[in-house]
Nanobody
Framework: QVQLVESGGGLVQAGGSLRLSCAASGRTFRIDAMGWFRQAPGKEREFVAAISWTGGGTIYADSVKGRFTISKDNAKNTVYLQMNVLKLEDTAVYYC?????????????????????WGQGTQVTVSS
């Protein structure tokens, strides 16, 4: 199993930046890919970004392309989400997720069903 702990959330003004971190522990050598999802109040959880653990390939939701960047530090078993030019609609609880069974098709990392492990989430609030 893998345990995931997110950090870095907080309150930021629109146009500002935040960097989220997700530290993995446990059987981290089995991680194939990790992703970020978010859930706004009253809405379903949605995909944000994902990264392949070995190849480093990335995929983003259209709503964050050009503003958010996902990266990883394999030595630290940590994935990051750099969020720039934040908008009010980015307000949500952000969750990281990990999978041991990445098929190689990046597009599938946009599906919640692809992930076996989830963190508890970190709140991001963007104010005007």
């Amino acid at each position: 199993q893998v345990q995931l702990v997110e950090s870095g959330g907080g309150l930021v003004q629109a146009g500002g930046s935040l960097r989220l971190s997700c530290a993995a522990s446990g059987r981290t050598f089995r991680i194939d890919a990790m992703g970020w999802f978010r859930q706004a109040p009253g809405k379903e959880r949605e995909f944000v970004a994902a990264i392949s653990w070995t190849g480093g390939g990335t995929i983003y939701a259209d709503s964050v392309k050009g503003r958010f960047t996902i990266s990883k530090d394999n030595a630290k078993n940590t994935v990051y989400l750099q969020m720039n030019v934040l908008k009010l609609e980015d307000t949500a609880v952000y969750y990281c997720a990990a999978t041991f069974t990445f098929s190689g098709a990046l597009i599938r990392l946009g599906l919640q069903s692809e992930y076996e492990y989830w963190g508890q989430g970190t709140q991001v609030t963007v104010s005007s």
